[in-house]
C-alpha cells in the first residue's frame, strides 16, 4: 500500500484498485507504526473498497483492528442508496460516554473515596453476564427500547435537561418487529448494568483546562466528576450477530472484499430490519446510562447531599443518517461524533460553542472533555478514547492484576473488579498513550481539548 503524509497530523493511503475511495488516518508517526502492526490498515483499505462508499473512509488516532472495519473508523454511503454494514458499527451498539458534574472538589471527597468505590460497585451490576438487581416488566422493557430517554423521564429516572444533553436526545424512531426473541431475552435482564470489559464508572477530577469553553461547559481545576462507560451490552450484541449472519448472504452479490464486512442496501428488507433493531439497541444504551446514572446520583445524594449534573452522553459505535453537505448514513465505530458550532442537532447551551466529546484514557491515566471542530473531512467525527495495543490474551499472559492494583494504590487511585485479571486486561500498557492520541485530534483540527481529568476511583466489570 502507497501511504502518504498530507500533513504533518494527515496521512493518505492512496486510492488503488479495488479502493473507490482514499483513506485518510489521523495519526502520529509513531501512532501510525501501532497501525502497522495489525490489520488496521488493510481493514480501512477494504472498507474503501465497498460499493458506493464516499470519500473518505478515515481513520482516528486511537484506531486499532476491529471485525470487518477498523475500530476507530468512519465511512459514509449515500442516504438514498447506499449500504448499512453492522460491522461499521460493531457488537457493542452505542457503547458511549457520559459524564457527571458535581459541584464538589477533591478536598470534599478524597478522606469517603475508600468507602464510595465499594459503594457504587455494590449498587451498580457489572461483570460478564452482570444483571439487572430487580426484574423489570416487559412492558417497561418494550418501552425502553422504543422510546429511549423518554421511558426515563416520565419514569422519574431522568430530567428534561438530561434528556437534551444526550445524543439524539437519547431516542430513536424504531420498533421491535425485527428483533429475534434471543436478543429480548438478553435485554429484558440488563437495564442498568455496567457489564465487563472496558467498560467502567470513574470518579476523577479535573486536573487541568485548556480554554474558556471549559466555564462554558461548567468545569473547572479540582473539581469532582463522575465518568461512565458502557453500551448496549448482551442485548446490542445479540443484535448485531443477528443481522451478521442475516446479512453474510450478500457478500459475493454486493462484491465485499472481506466476508466479515457483511452489509445490505440501505433500502432493502435486511437494511431496513436491521435499522429497526439497531435504533433499539440505541435506545437501551442510553436508558442503560442513564439509569445507571440515577444509581450514582442517589449514592452522591446520600453520602455527600451532592447533586449532580449531566454534562453530555455520546454514542461510540452506531450508525446514523446526517446532512454533511448532502443526505448521507455515516457509521462510526470506534468514533465519536464531533458536531461544531451551529449545528441544530446541539443543545441550545452548546450550539454556538459546539458538542462536548467524552473521551477516556486507559485505567489510571488522563481522560479528556474535548470540543467537536466540526470537521466535514472526518464526517465532524473524532477520536473515542486511546484504544488498544496489546490484545485482552496477552495482557492477561504477561501483567499481573494484583500488581496493576497496588500501583495504582501508590498513586492514590482506589480500585475494584470483579477480578484481578481484568485489570490485567486493562492495564495502561495495553493502550495507546490518550496524550498524544489528544495532541494528533487537536493539531488535525478535529476536536479540541477542553479540560483533562484524573482518576480518584475505578469500577470495572
Given at each position: 500500500?502507497?501511504?502518504?503524509?498530507?500533513s504533518n497530523f494527515r496521512w493518505e493511503i492512496k486510492q488503488k484498485a479495488p479502493m473507490k475511495?482514499?483513506?485518510?488516518?489521523?495519526?502520529?508517526?509513531?501512532?501510525?507504526?501501532?497501525?502497522?502492526?495489525?490489520?488496521?490498515?488493510?481493514?480501512?483499505?477494504?472498507?474503501?473498497?465497498?460499493?458506493?462508499?464516499?470519500?473518505?473512509?478515515?481513520?482516528?488516532?486511537?484506531?486499532?483492528?476491529?471485525?470487518?472495519?477498523?475500530?476507530?473508523?468512519?465511512?459514509?454511503?449515500?442516504?438514498?442508496?447506499?449500504?448499512?454494514?453492522?460491522?461499521?458499527?460493531?457488537?457493542?451498539?452505542?457503547?458511549?460516554?457520559?459524564?457527571?458534574?458535581?459541584?464538589?472538589?477533591?478536598?470534599?471527597?478524597?478522606?469517603?473515596?475508600?468507602?464510595?468505590?465499594?459503594?457504587?460497585?455494590?449498587?451498580?451490576?457489572?461483570?460478564?453476564?452482570?444483571?439487572?438487581?430487580?426484574?423489570?416488566?416487559?412492558?417497561?422493557?418494550?418501552?425502553?427500547?422504543?422510546?429511549?430517554?423518554?421511558?426515563?423521564?416520565?419514569?422519574?429516572?431522568?430530567?428534561?435537561?438530561?434528556?437534551?444533553?444526550?445524543?439524539?436526545?437519547?431516542?430513536?424512531?424504531?420498533?421491535?418487529?425485527?428483533?429475534?426473541?434471543?436478543?429480548?431475552?438478553?435485554?429484558?435482564?440488563?437495564?442498568?448494568?455496567?457489564?465487563?470489559?472496558?467498560?467502567?464508572?470513574?470518579?476523577?477530577?479535573?486536573?487541568?483546562v485548556f480554554s474558556d469553553v471549559a466555564g462554558k461547559f461548567g468545569l473547572r481545576e479540582g473539581?469532582?466528576?463522575?465518568?461512565?462507560?458502557?453500551?448496549?451490552?448482551?442485548f446490542g450484541h445479540q443484535i448485531a450477530g443477528d443481522y451478521i449472519r442475516k446479512m453474510s448472504?450478500?457478500?459475493?452479490?454486493?462484491?465485499?472484499?472481506?466476508?466479515?464486512?457483511?452489509?445490505?442496501?440501505?433500502?432493502?428488507?435486511?437494511?431496513?430490519?436491521?435499522?429497526?433493531?439497531?435504533?433499539?439497541?440505541?435506545?437501551?444504551?442510553?436508558?442503560?446510562?442513564?439509569?445507571?446514572?440515577?444509581?450514582?446520583?442517589?449514592?452522591?445524594?446520600?453520602?455527600?447531599?451532592?447533586?449532580?449534573?449531566?454534562?453530555?452522553?455520546?454514542?461510540?459505535?452506531?450508525?446514523?443518517?446526517?446532512?454533511?453537505?448532502?443526505?448521507?448514513?455515516?457509521?462510526?465505530?470506534?468514533?465519536?461524533?464531533?458536531?461544531?458550532?451551529?449545528?441544530?442537532?446541539?443543545?441550545?447551551?452548546?450550539?454556538?460553542?459546539?458538542?462536548?466529546?467524552?473521551?477516556?484514557?486507559?485505567?489510571?491515566?488522563?481522560?479528556?472533555?474535548?470540543?467537536?471542530?466540526?470537521?466535514?473531512?472526518?464526517?465532524?467525527?473524532?477520536?473515542?478514547?486511546?484504544?488498544?495495543?496489546?490484545?485482552?490474551?496477552?495482557?492477561?499472559?504477561?501483567?499481573?492484576?494484583?500488581?496493576?492494583?497496588?500501583?495504582?494504590?501508590?498513586?492514590?487511585?482506589?480500585?475494584?473488579?470483579?477480578?484481578?485479571?481484568?485489570?490485567?486486561?486493562?492495564?495502561?500498557?495495553?493502550?495507546?498513550?490518550?496524550?498524544?492520541?489528544?495532541?494528533?485530534?487537536?493539531?488535525?483540527?478535529?476536536?479540541?481539548?477542553?479540560?483533562?481529568?484524573?482518576?480518584?476511583?475505578?469500577?470495572?466489570?
Amino acid at each position: 500500500m502507497e501511504i502518504r503524509k498530507a500533513s504533518n497530523f494527515r496521512w493518505e493511503i492512496k486510492q488503488k484498485a479495488p479502493m473507490k475511495v482514499p483513506v485518510q488516518l489521523y495519526t502520529s508517526e509513531s501512532l501510525l507504526e501501532k497501525m502497522r502492526a495489525d490489520r488496521t490498515l488493510t481493514q480501512a483499505i477494504n472498507v474503501a473498497s465497498m460499493p458506493g462508499v464516499l470519500p473518505n473512509v478515515s481513520v482516528m488516532p486511537d484506531g486499532h483492528e476491529g471485525y470487518g472495519f477498523p475500530i476507530g473508523g468512519v465511512a459514509a454511503f449515500p442516504a438514498e442508496d447506499g449500504l448499512v454494514s453492522p460491522g461499521g458499527i460493531g457488537y457493542d451498539i452505542n457503547c458511549g460516554m457520559r459524564l457527571l458534574k458535581t459541584n464538589m472538589s477533591v478536598d470534599d471527597i478524597k478522606l469517603a473515596i475508600g468507602k464510595l468505590v465499594p459503594l457504587l460497585f455494590d449498587t451498580i451490576p457489572s461483570g460478564v453476564g452482570s444483571e439487572s438487581k430487580s426484574r423489570m416488566p416487559k412492558e417497561d422493557f418494550l418501552e425502553i427500547i422504543t422510546t429511549g430517554i423518554r421511558w426515563a423521564v416520565k419514569q422519574g429516572y431522568a430530567s428534561k435537561q438530561d434528556q437534551r444533553r444526550i445524543e439524539e436526545q437519547g431516542s430513536m424512531l424504531t420498533s421491535t418487529e425485527s428483533l429475534s426473541q434471543k436478543a429480548m431475552a438478553r435485554g429484558l435482564k440488563q437495564v442498568g448494568t455496567l457489564g465487563a470489559g472496558n467498560h467502567f464508572l470513574e470518579v476523577q477530577s479535573v486536573d487541568k483546562v485548556f480554554s474558556d469553553v471549559a466555564g462554558k461547559f461548567g468545569l473547572r481545576e479540582g473539581q469532582v466528576v463522575v465518568m461512565i462507560h458502557t453500551g448496549s451490552r448482551g442485548f446490542g450484541h445479540q443484535i448485531a450477530g443477528d443481522y451478521i449472519r442475516k446479512m453474510s448472504q450478500n457478500i459475493g452479490r454486493l462484491g465485499l472484499p472481506d466476508k466479515d464486512l457483511a452489509a445490505a442496501e440501505l433500502n432493502s428488507k435486511e437494511g431496513q430490519e436491521y435499522l429497526l433493531a439497531m435504533r433499539c439497541a440505541v435506545n437501551f444504551a442510553f436508558v442503560n446510562r442513564q439509569m445507571i446514572a440515577h444509581h450514582i446520583r442517589g449514592i452522591f445524594d446520600d453520602v455527600f447531599g451532592e447533586k449532580m449534573e449531566l454534562l453530555y452522553d455520546v454514542a461510540h459505535n452506531i450508525g446514523k443518517f446526517e446532512n454533511h453537505g448532502q443526505d448521507v448514513f455515516v457509521h462510526r465505530k470506534g468514533a465519536t461524533r464531533a458536531f461544531g458550532p451551529g449545528r441544530k442537532d446541539l443543545p441550545d447551551e452548546y450550539r454556538s460553542i459546539g458538542q462536548p466529546v467524552i473521551t477516556p484514557g486507559s485505567m489510571g491515566t488522563s481522560s479528556y472533555v474535548l470540543v467537536g471542530m466540526g470537521n466535514r473531512d472526518t464526517f465532524e467525527s473524532t477520536c473515542h478514547g486511546a484504544g488498544r495495543v496489546m490484545s485482552r490474551s496477552a495482557a492477561k499472559r504477561t501483567l499481573s492484576g494484583e500488581n496493576i492494583q497496588k500501583r495504582l494504590a501508590r498513586k492514590g487511585i482506589t480500585v475494584k473488579a470483579k477480578r484481578s485479571s481484568l485489570l490485567a486486561e486493562e492495564a495502561p500498557e495495553a493502550y495507546k498513550d490518550i496524550d498524544e492520541v489528544i495532541r494528533v485530534v487537536d493539531q488535525a483540527g478535529i476536536s479540541a481539548p477542553v479540560a483533562r481529568l484524573i482518576p480518584l476511583g475505578v469500577v470495572k466489570g
